[in-house]
């Protein structure tokens, strides 16, 4: 299960806010898992990658409450939601271009992450955090991450996103630490 943090409508598209799910949209396109459907608060898309069956999620319940999303996996028997989830979101503490997977941890602040937490009872479960960088001093946060990236920036993290693809697959095949020990940077 891999899950891409981000808002609903075509005014957020842009937004550094929404780059968990450009890479979801990446990854559906480039293992062929087809469009989109609603299912619940969230679009899915399913299918084969290899040995597994992935299902890609976006939440369509804005970042806040994000963990609606993810939250029928904590009584799902055949999920390890330690093993077998992928969150990913952007990270205003990194720099862009910057990339860090870990296996589980804080929120740091970020709402959407608050919001998977609560709905599952756990921090366990692997994090992958985009950076967008930080604001300038003299722009909120929230505003921050609503806005849409310069040019620049936001060509850096689409030139991001074929390595971001491998690894999620490596994730998957491999595990959370082979992952991090090859593209965290």
Request: proline share 6%.
């Amino acid at each position: 299960m891999i899950c891409g943090l981000g808002n609903p409508g075509p005014a957020y598209d842009t937004t550094r806010h929404n780059v968990g799910w450009w890479l979801v949209d990446r990854l559906s396109g480039d293992w062929g898992l087809g469009p989109f459907h609603q299912s619940g608060p969230a679009l899915a898309a399913f299918g084969r990658v290899g040995d597994h069956e992935v299902l890609l999620l976006k939440p369509v319940t804005y970042m806040n409450r994000s963990g609606a999303a993810v939250a029928p996996a904590r009584t799902d028997p055949d999920v390890d939601i330690s093993r077998d989830l992928l969150v990913v979101v952007d990270d205003a503490a990194l720099d862009v271009g910057r990339v860090r997977l870990r296996p589980s941890g804080s929120d740091g602040g970020h709402n959407g992450l608050r919001s998977v937490e609560a709905a599952l009872g756990t921090r366990n479960y692997a994090r992958l955090r985009i950076g967008v960088g930080a604001p300038p001093e003299d722009v909120e946060l929230s505003d921050w991450v609503l806005s849409p990236f310069d040019a620049d920036d936001e060509a850096a993290v689409l030139d991001l996103m074929p390595e971001l693809v491998d690894a999620v697959r490596t994730w998957m095949e491999d595990g959370v630490e082979a992952a991090m020990s090859r593209y965290n940077r």
